[in-house]
């Protein structure tokens, strides 16, 4: 069984800023992937960024990245220079590995808002 | 299509009916996912179908949830004696065999009255 737990209903920061959303998660599974999903007044879930549990390395994508803490079950999410169009409710997810296929676990969502 | 849809975008029901909701993944995709999402809560998953696996079944909350899904295509998720507690909104994801990413549709808001 996997949970997923954010701890910030919401958060803020100014444009261009760099904020971090935190997540923490537990599993029993030995190979598992974790998610950040971001998710806009459109309801439209869009893929942030994912980890794959068994690379050490943090995953980056432009602006966004990861500080995946395996030991401590830890995997926190990294804005940097914010903009407008960052603003919505973010997830946490964890999925089971060893395949392509199965259900996301997902944490209680983080609202983010952005100041001009 | 481009990417996942679904439909209705909304649907108003009266407590005691039954709604049916579409799902139509992206062309190709083997997986597709059902997840309910409650107002300002994370999705909670309801039933995957994945190639011609039998279908991991084990979100359904109640007996007056079902889904099918006709080969690789659309999945219709049916409710049934709709309650008020069934108001959420249903959303629907499809994946590939060769990526680990789900690509949501837009989702139905069902709101029971």
């Known amino acids: 069984a996997q949970t997923v737990t954010q701890s910030q209903p919401e958060m803020s920061v100014q444009e261009a800023e760099t904020v971090t959303l935190s997540c923490t998660y537990d599993t029993s599974e030995s190979d598992y992937y974790l998610f950040w999903y971001k998710q806009p007044p459109s309801r439209q879930m869009i893929l942030v960024i994912r980890q794959e549990a068994y690379k050490q390395q943090n995953a980056t994508e432009n602006r966004f990245s990861v500080n995946f803490q395996k030991a401590a079950k830890s995997f926190s999410l990294k804005i940097s220079d914010s903009q407008l169009g960052d603003a919505a409710m973010y997830f946490c997810a964890s999925r089971a590995g060893g395949t392509s296929y199965g259900k996301l676990t997902f944490g209680q969502g983080t609202i983010l808002t952005v100041h001009p | 299509g481009a990417g996942v849809s679904q439909s209705p975008s909304n649907k108003v029901t009266e407590k005691g009916k039954d709604v049916e909701l579409r799902c139509d993944p992206i062309s190709g995709h083997t997986a597709l996912y059902w997840y309910r999402q409650r107002l300002g809560q994370g999705l909670e998953f309801l039933i995957y179908?994945?190639?011609?696996?039998?279908?991991?079944k084990s979100g359904l909350p109640s007996d007056r949830f079902s889904a099918e899904r006709t080969g690789e295509s659309v999945s219709t998720l049916t409710i049934q004696r709709t309650q008020q507690e069934d108001s959420a909104v249903y959303l629907c994801?499809?994946?590939?065999?060769?990526?680990?990413?789900?690509?949501f549709g837009p989702g139905t808001r069902l709101t029971v009255l």
């Open positions: 994801a499809s994946s590939s065999d060769y990526y680990n990413e789900q690509f």
């Open positions: 179908f994945q190639g011609n696996s039998a279908p991991d």
